[in-house]
């Protein structure tokens, strides 16, 4: 199990680094902002700050104290069901969501094999609950990158 609780936490953490690099690097390619359609309405500071939130946790991940082991754990089931939630939100397809809410079903793997298959659902479910709220007042809904292309010069569909 210990192998398994591992790995999992592995890439976990790869995936937060990378995400990091892409926070810490926004401010000078603009990609969350485009492909968010600027449904992130926050200055420029915010993204860097997140990828050092994300690098952080990254860091935690490997903590040899269960508790910052945890912590990171239910940070990774908001951050990840945020993510699936304003992928959502800003209309893109719904298959965008599944990626991240992978990221959520191995949080709660990682969970219950450090405590119980109970305490992960509690856990899970709190922080699933808390992804979502901070999705809803975070992320400004909008009509989706599709449906700009889709339309004419005349504003209709084509």
């Not at 000078?28 to 990828?51: K, W």
């Not at 922080?127 to 010069?153: E, H, I, Q, T, Y």
Request: proline residues 4%; hydrophobic residues 55%; charged residues 10%.
């Amino acid at each position: 199990m210990d192998a398994l609780d591992s790995a999992l936490r592995v890439c976990q953490s790869v995936a937060f680094c990378l995400h990091c690099v892409i926070g810490l690097t926004e401010p000078f390619h603009h990609m969350l902002n485009t492909l968010t359609e600027d449904s992130l309405p926050y200055p420029s500071i915010f993204f860097p700050v997140a990828g050092l939130c994300l690098a952080t946790v990254a860091a935690a991940n490997f903590s040899d104290d269960d508790i910052v082991v945890l912590a990171a754990q239910a940070y990774i089931v908001a951050f990840h069901t945020g993510g699936a939630y304003t992928h959502i939100r800003i209309n893109h397809h719904p298959a965008t969501a599944v990626a991240p809410g992978f990221f959520v079903v191995l949080a709660f793997i990682v969970i219950a094999l450090r405590t119980n298959v109970l305490i992960a659902l509690v856990v899970t479910a709190c922080f699933v609950g808390v992804g979502m709220v901070l999705g809803r007042l975070m992320v400004r809904p909008n009509k989706g990158w599709k449906a700009a292309l889709l339309k004419d010069s005349r504003g209709s569909l084509a």
